[in-house]
């Protein structure tokens, strides 16, 4: 039977990713946009199968029911939700002002913890037994982020909130689990790795590499996967060896 997916920022970079590698796994996938329709349009549009829809929605702005329900509606139901959408905010502590300090922490908080807590709250209204909710959260949440204390902050919300719903969740038969990536390569960063930095982050993992956008959606997608309901409360590490924990 077809499974129904929904994957926040799923417009480029990690959630398109995830978008295909579920889509080539059997499942229909909502792909979820903020502000670029035609850019998810054609994400939807390229994956594999057929049935794919895009659904638009601010996380940060309190639009978390909308989303659920419009994908649900779409999809004619719903079995997946990846919390994927999330935002990096520069913001080390002794060089901004403390109004730009604040603004960091509450944009931070409200997209990468709020609106996945509040997107598993409604996901929750419809999925059922074998249902799955995986969030991507981060390498920053174990080792600290010194530049945007704010992310590493919330991804390790992410990764307790993600383990707190895998026991509350277990007694219905749905699964919640994580993956925390390291740097990734997408087209937000190519002028970085392009730049003096890139040799450096490259070096963090002894592969002397960055991961792909695929490398990260592989292991969202074996999370989805009928065999890994026993993985409840995982959170994976996706990072080449760049941190060991």
Do not use: C
């Amino acid at each position: 039977m077809t499974r129904l997916a929904l994957v926040t920022g799923a417009s480029r970079g990690i959630g398109a990713a995830i978008a295909h590698a579920l889509a080539a796994d059997g499942h229909r996938v909502a792909v979820h946009f903020r502000s670029d329709p035609a850019q998810a349009e054609a994400v939807a549009a390229n994956l594999p199968g057929a049935g794919h829809v895009t659904v638009q929605g601010d996380i940060g702005a309190g639009e978390a029911e909308q989303i659920v329900t419009t994908a649900a509606e779409r999809l004619g139901g719903l079995d997946v939700l990846v919390n994927n959408a999330g935002v990096y905010f520069y913001h080390p502590i002794t060089t901004t002002t403390f109004a730009e300090w604040q603004d960091a922490w509450r944009r931070t908080v409200e997209l990468n913890l709020y609106g996945p807590a509040d997107l598993a709250w409604h996901a929750v209204r419809h999925l059922g037994e074998g249902g799955r909710i995986i969030s991507v959260g981060s390498r920053g949440a174990f080792r600290g982020e010194p530049h945007a204390p704010a992310y590493g902050a919330a991804k390790a919300g992410l990764h307790a909130l993600t383990q707190s719903l895998a026991q509350s969740l277990a007694p219905q038969g749905i699964s919640v689990a994580a993956v925390a990536p390291g740097f990734v390569r997408t087209e937000m960063v190519t002028d970085l790795l392009a730049g003096p930095e890139g040799d450096a982050i490259r070096g963090q993992s002894p592969f002397n590499r960055v991961a792909e956008p695929e490398e990260v959606a592989a292991a969202v997608a074996w999370l989805a996967s009928p065999g890994a309901t026993w993985a409840s409360g995982t959170i994976i590490d996706v990072n080449g060896a760049s941190y060991l924990r």
